[in-house]
């Protein structure tokens, strides 16, 4: 491939990596175990069938007419649109599943341990949460989601387990919506190595897996939510936190966290600017689940961010666990990348009723998103300059719209400056941007 990157050197595009990545043996082998089995023309194979879904979405289509078009590119032949159809089953969902799985375990095993690892505060910071795709309700059948004005939804849920430092996802696993985050909260231990610090919403909230956190050498910052017990560790008596705080207006001390668990951990309290504190407020009382009948100690503690935590006070300040518990963000950011920029769950079909279809797609698409932001994205990020950072929300637009150009190495000059000029962050006085505030605080 001629090479267009400023360094003359080496091509900066991952684009044939991409289109070249399920060449491999693996994914034949997948193929076969899975029982997903080439017809006799072997027209429509996995490679192809994915490569296909890629294309099309990138369009911003999602039909199997189109679908069947871009596999008859790949083939030089035609494809037709049931053949396509016909495929929407068990197998395929589990083959791409499989194959999803395959790229971040290769992906996990061939990672470098970054060089300035060692002058970090931990090795690695990591952060879980869920995100929710609400899909047609005719597929309510098949994944019931919540009630809203007497209408039964149907959403999916995708539980992350992302880690920042090494730019790479652990797991993207699939669940019904009814699946609440406490029953997921275990799944993330076998990803947690010692001296990882563990960033999660306070949905994930479950003492035992915060015990088996912190016996295997990791640390974790999490949210309170207002239903957990604090007691004081002399004591153990209920401490009364409303009254505590309108003392001192701010904690940071040990306290023993759950009324029959007990468990010690530190405890911080921050109060919030009072246009925060009045934000979250409103928000509270527009809560349409009346059953939650929140008091007035509830509404006085949303003034104020509170922390659970077994990250000593010699290793990090109150100051600096709020500022590392803020990069939690980036996952939030990913998540509205996959939603405005990669179209996730806008593409599909009203009147789908094959939840096999549905379950292909969603993992055709996180696929989709693990190579622009695991492989294209930090492959392109070594060619910058130190000093240049650049928007996620803007990237994943990029690599959207010119998918095509990438994969095959087209106008890769262009492409490049283009990317330089419209994707980077704007420079501003006032604050930093993401990729500065984690180089800052994780260093």
């Not at 679908?67 to 589990?94: F, H, P």
């Not at 949303?302 to 006070?313: A, R, S």
């Not at 789908?352 to 379950?359: F, H």
Request: proline content about 2%; charged content about 25%; hydrophobic content about 40%.
């Amino acid at each position: 491939m001629k090479t267009n990157c400023l360094s003359r050197t080496k091509s900066w595009n991952k684009g044939n990596k991409i289109f070249n990545l399920f060449n491999g043996i693996s994914v034949t082998k997948i193929s076969e175990i899975s029982g997903y089995r080439l017809r006799k023309s072997g027209k429509i194979t996995a490679r192809r069938l994915i490569l296909g879904f890629m294309t099309m979405v990138s369009k911003k289509m999602n039909t199997y007419e189109a679908w069947a078009q871009e596999i008859s590119l790949q083939a030089g032949c035609t494809v037709s649109k049931q053949a396509v159809e016909d495929r929407m089953n068990y197998e395929t969902a589990t083959m791409v599943r499989m194959v999803l799985e395959d790229e971040i375990r290769k992906k996990l095993l061939a990672r470098e341990p970054k060089k300035n690892r060692t002058r970090s505060k931990f090795s690695s910071i990591k952060m879980e949460d869920s995100t929710v795709i609400n899909l047609p309700p005719e597929l309510a059948f098949a994944f019931p989601g919540n009630v809203s004005l007497g209408r039964k939804k149907s959403q999916i849920k995708i539980h992350a387990f992302y880690n920042q430092s090494d730019n790479i996802f652990h797991f993207l696993n699939l669940h019904s919506f009814t699946t609440n985050d406490q029953s997921l909260a275990r799944v993330s231990l076998d990803h947690v190595q010692p001296g990882d610090l563990i960033l999660r919403d306070m949905g994930f909230l479950v003492l035992d897996v915060l015990t088996e956190i912190d016996k295997y050498g990791g640390f974790f910052i999490s949210r309170k939510n207002a239903t957990i017990k604090v007691l004081d560790v002399s004591s153990e008596k209920e401490i009364d936190l409303v009254r505590l705080l309108r003392k001192g207006r701010f904690l940071d001390q040990e306290v023993l966290i759950g009324k029959d668990k007990k468990v010690k951990m530190r405890m911080i309290a921050i109060p919030l600017p009072k246009d925060q504190a009045s934000a979250r407020r409103r928000k509270a009382r527009r809560d349409r689940d009346k059953r939650l009948n929140h008091d007035k100690a509830y509404y006085e503690l949303l003034g104020y961010l509170i922390f659970i935590t077994n990250v000593p006070k010699t290793k990090c300040t109150a100051e600096e666990i709020k500022d590392l518990y803020g990069l939690r963000w980036q996952i939030e950011i990913i998540f509205k990348s996959w939603k405005s920029h990669f179209n996730m769950g806008k593409l599909i079909p009203l009147k789908c009723i094959n939840p096999y279809r549905v379950q292909c797609m969603i993992y055709l698409w996180l696929l989709y998103i693990f190579l622009f932001q695991v492989i294209w994205l930090a492959h392109f990020a070594s060619f910058a300059k130190t000093d240049q950072h650049f928007s996620l929300l803007k990237m994943s637009r990029m690599f959207n719209t010119h998918f095509e150009k990438i994969i095959t190495g087209k106008s890769e000059g262009i492409l490049y400056q283009l990317i330089i000029s419209k994707c980077s962050f704007d420079k501003r006085n006032d604050r930093i941007n993401m990729s500065q505030k984690f180089d800052k605080i994780a260093a």
